[in-house]
């Protein structure tokens, strides 16, 4: 990988560097490039220690796969990513998207404490370890997480693990029921908003312990829907696989991610001309849009309302500028970063939402 990489930069040609293609629509359009690289075939357990609930694998390892390993042991990596079944462990990491339990367990930074990458410079960086608890000093490994490849390519990630919860039961509650969820003692897993088209908007919430805390939970959520076993495994894969669902079945499909503070999540949400998802917990509401006029008309008037769109996927011809409408003052900084592992511009142009 390091060779092929300092090859390219030496040639001056652009590459284009990716996982399965699982998340290609996700991020920006990628840009011209004469090399393609994938890390498919960088698909070994380097090392996995269950008592110490540590794992390195590397990149290219399915994370179906890696998701099975574990659940053969009772532990599991809970970041529910979107594209599960297709996705690479590398795409997870470099893309940096979360699904429902972020609330719980946090999200991809949260839970990676180490990995090798390679450079355009032929380089193979070694960053953190096998050590849950590591205070080495600057990560640069948590340069790459969400970075959708434009800095290095990911070679191997060491996780920590978590045990998988004894027990585990979903309550769908009328959306009304959200504020008393939000401001309650409970500590579910996950909440989540879920709008579908035609029907009304449900709180989901998914709660996970021992069985005194499911029976807690169930007289705290009093009159809820119980759905439980495989019929609770589906409706959360639903939620998770939402947004790349939605993309297969609308080619021009365009899907955004909007930020906000918690106790505007149902409003948000409410705005949207279709269906709809909201990490309820923390503020991120994703909209489905069945073309781009649509998704833009509706991001100007969040823009408007102080919200913070990001257009998670869309079709190749969607505008490079309006998929990051509006970037923070860290951007800068981001630009810097760039220039000081790719100067050339030759990785994975354009896959940070249009603007690296």
Request: some cysteine; glycine content about 12%.
């Amino acid at each position: 990988m390091a060779q092929a990489l300092a090859e390219a930069r030496a040639a001056g040609r652009g590459i284009t560097l990716e996982g399965a293609g699982s998340k290609r629509r996700y991020g920006g359009a990628a840009g011209a490039a004469g090399v393609s690289i994938s890390t498919t075939a960088l698909h070994r357990l380097l090392q996995y220690e269950p008592h110490d609930l540590t794992i390195s694998v590397q990149a290219g390892m399915p994370w179906a796969e890696l998701e099975k390993m574990l659940a053969a042991n009772g532990q599991s990596i809970p970041l529910d990513p979107p594209c599960a079944r297709q996705a690479t462990v590398g795409g997870v990491v470099a893309s940096g998207l979360c699904g429902p339990r972020r609330l719980k367990t946090g999200a991809v930074r949260d839970m990676v404490i180490g990995m090798s990458f390679a450079t355009l410079e032929g380089k193979l960086i070694q960053t953190g370890g096998m050590v849950v608890k590591n205070v080495a000093g600057l990560d640069m490994g948590k340069l790459m997480i969400g970075s959708w490849g434009t800095l290095a390519a990911i070679v191997s990630v060491n996780f920590k693990l978590t045990p998988s919860p004894p027990r585990t039961r979903t309550f769908v509650l009328p959306a009304a029921r959200l504020d008393g969820v939000q401001r309650g003692l409970l500590q579910p897993v996950a909440y989540d908003l879920w709008k579908k088209p035609g029907a009304e908007t449900k709180l989901l919430v998914q709660c996970a312990g021992t069985e005194a805390v499911i029976e807690r939970c169930t007289r705290e959520l009093a009159g809820a829907e119980i759905v439980e076993g495989e019929a609770e495994h589906a409706l959360w894969d639903e939620v998770r696989e939402f947004g790349p669902r939605f993309l297969d079945a609308h080619a021009e499909g365009v899907l955004v991610r909007t930020a906000c503070t918690l106790t505007q999540t149902a409003d948000l949400l409410a705005t949207l001309p279709g269906a709809g998802a909201a990490r309820a917990g923390n503020g991120i509401v994703y909209g489905a849009f069945a073309h781009g006029d649509e998704a833009r008309a509706w991001m100007k008037g969040a823009l408007e309302r102080g919200w913070e769109p990001v257009v998670e996927s869309a079709p190749a011809g969607f505008p490079s500028a309006e998929r990051w409408p509006r970037v923070g003052n860290d951007f800068t900084l981001m630009e810097k970063l760039k220039g000081m592992f790719d100067e050339g511009g030759l990785l994975n142009r354009g896959r940070l939402y249009g603007r690296i």
